[in-house]
Structure formats: C-alpha cells, structure tokens
C-alpha cells in the first residue's frame, strides 16, 4: 500500500507572527513618517504666510509717504547663513533681516541715526 503525504494547507504560528513583527514595523515607520511630514508642512506653510505679511507690509512702508524716509543708519552685518536679508542700503549694508530662532522667527533691523 503506497501512502500520501499531504501537503500544507496554511501558515505554522511562527509565521503568522513573523509576518505580524513585519507588518507592525512598517506601521509604526509609516506613522513616524507622517507625524513627521504633517508637522514640515504646517511649519512651511506658517512661514510662508508670515513672510508673505512681512513683505507685504514693507512694500506699504516703500510706498507710502507718511512714513519718514531712512536718513542715515548705524553699519551692522548680517548674521551667518540661516539670517536672510530683506532690506539692504544702497552702500549693501544690512537695514532689516529675519532669521529662524527656536521654534520662532525674529526679524532685526539697524535703527535710524538722530541728528
């Protein structure tokens, strides 16, 4: 008499908990990653409103009359590379710059000179 042998028919328990290790890993990665992305996109989107609102309001300034014009300026130097510079004299030198702090954004100005 010949006897059969049958084949498997599903998945041992160390398996299913292989796959269950995988699965979790994956997850868990995927919610880092949007934890992640959802917090760079609301940051980008929040500075770009509020350099949006700052030139904004410098092109006001430029533009109106009632605002006093730049006489003179004490000579400053921008700070290293994240500052940005907004507003610079006719000479270069720095007159507004913005710069990220922390979790903040600060914005620095030279102040005008009094005779």
Request: glycine share 12%; aromatic share 4%.
């Amino acid at each position: 008499m010949i006897r059969r042998t049958r084949g498997r028919g599903g998945m041992t328990l160390i398996e299913v908990m292989i796959a269950l290790v995988i699965l979790t890993g994956a997850l868990l990665g995927m919610g880092k990653f949007i934890t992640s992305f959802s917090h760079a996109t609301s940051d980008g989107a929040l500075s770009s409103v509020a350099s949006d609102l700052v030139l904004d309001r410098l092109e006001t300034i430029k533009g109106s009359n009632s605002y006093a014009a730049l006489d003179g300026y004490v000579a400053t130097e921008l700070k290293p590379a994240p500052a940005q510079l907004v507003l610079q004299s006719e000479r270069g030198d720095p007159i507004l710059a913005r710069w990220r702090a922390g979790l903040g954004a600060v914005s620095g100005r030279t102040r005008a000179t009094t005779r």
